[in-house]
């Protein structure tokens, strides 16, 4: 299939080319840029045998909630994986690879993610895969409209309280990203669930939490 590796200050139209398919939600370039710039560790690639980049993820560390006590903690920002490379594990690859970074570069409690309450393929590989749970509903997240499910799985199990969720076996064995294939058949299982929907997997809106801003004003 070719390779996971971390992505480079080349890769950013690369990426942004393999996210232009998967409507509805795209970013201008100022935005994978400066995302590689700071947090260059959690962006990674998947590159095919010809060197085609076919999918990405681009995560972030969230630094906003720190006056709320909330622990350290990461978000995935955006992953996509073009149709024509789906179901062959792609996608938990390049969680897992992000998801380790977060663990033991930053020392992250848990990741976070926002995808559409209507991409049951997407939601379906992050709980049954992934293992990451619900947290809530934000309504109205994304700009055509559309409700967006909080989820959430934790990195660090020793600092996981009752009830919040479970620290998965993926997560705590990240240090590759080679996937055996009961998960590539999970993860086409997962998928396969909702193939009529969005090819993008999750998705951030970067102007909600500046509309947020605008109406505490």
Request: net charge neutral.
């Amino acid at each position: 299939m070719g390779c996971i590796r971390q992505a480079t200050v080349d890769d950013p139209f690369a990426m942004q080319a393999c996210n232009l398919p998967n409507l509805p939600e795209n970013y201008q370039m100022k935005y994978y840029l400066y995302h590689a710039m700071s947090w260059p560790e959690l962006l990674y690639v998947a590159e095919s045998d010809d060197g085609k980049i076919v999918g990405y993820v681009m995560a972030k560390m969230e630094d906003e909630d720190t006056e709320k006590d909330e622990p350290i903690h990461g978000h995935i920002t955006s992953i996509s994986v073009l149709r024509s490379h789906r179901k062959l594990g792609i996608a938990t690859k390049l969680m897992r690879a992000s998801q380790f970074a977060m663990k033991t570069i930053y020392d992250a409690e848990y990741c976070s993610l926002h995808v559409r309450r209507g991409n049951r393929a997407a939601i379906s590989l992050y709980k049954d895969v992934l293992g990451f749970q619900v947290m809530k509903i934000d309504d109205k997240y994304y700009a055509d409209g559309e409700d967006a499910l909080d989820m959430r799985v934790y990195l660090q199990e020793k600092k996981k309280g009752a009830g919040e969720g479970a620290t998965s076996e993926a997560v705590s064995s990240q240090s590759t990203t080679v996937t055996s294939p009961e998960d590539e058949k999970k993860e086409a299982e997962a998928l396969g669930a909702g193939d009529s929907g969005a090819q993008q997997l999750a998705e951030a809106n970067p102007d909600k939490k500046k509309k947020k801003k605008k109406s505490k004003k």
